[in-house]
Nanobody, 122 residues
Framework: VQLQASGGGLVQPGGSLRLSCAAPGFTLDYYTIGWFRQAPGKEREGISCTRSNDGSTGYTDSVKGRFTISRDNAKNTVYLQMNSLKPEDTAVYYC????????????????WGQGTLVTVSS
């Protein structure tokens, strides 16, 4: 199983993007799902997650208030709406099954797929 992220691109500072996470043949609403990112030269971080039992969410401080994670179970898709983007948000973004979803983001993961590149630049 691989969870595939899509929707990345080039955006100006202050702009918005919506990323999608899909996994054909794999029912995402059974699982806690996390969004991760890895910037060049930095470690991967679990920036957001949504819990399978009640849909509650967690965000790392660097994205809280700007990013929103959501699910559309009918479409078997998890989204990450990113607003007020900053150059420091530039990274490859991935989605995966989240090992532990805290109020401050996701820790541990499995079922990785290809990421999508987000570049925030003027």
């Amino acid at each position: 199983v691989q969870l595939q992220a899509s929707g990345g691109g080039l955006v100006q500072p202050g702009g918005s993007l919506r990323l999608s996470c899909a996994a054909p043949g794999f029912t995402l609403d059974y699982y806690t799902i996390g969004w991760f990112r890895q910037a060049p030269g930095k470690e991967r971080e679990g920036i957001s997650c949504t819990r399978s039992n009640d849909g509650s969410t967690g965000y790392t401080d660097s994205v809280k208030g700007r990013f929103t994670i959501s699910r559309d179970n009918a479409k078997n898709t998890v989204y990450l709406q990113m607003n007020s983007l900053k150059p420091e948000d530039t990274a490859v973004y991935y989605c995966a099954v989240c090992g532990y979803c805290s109020d401050y983001g996701c820790y541990g993961s499995r079922y990785w797929g290809q990421g999508t590149l987000v570049t925030v630049s003027s």
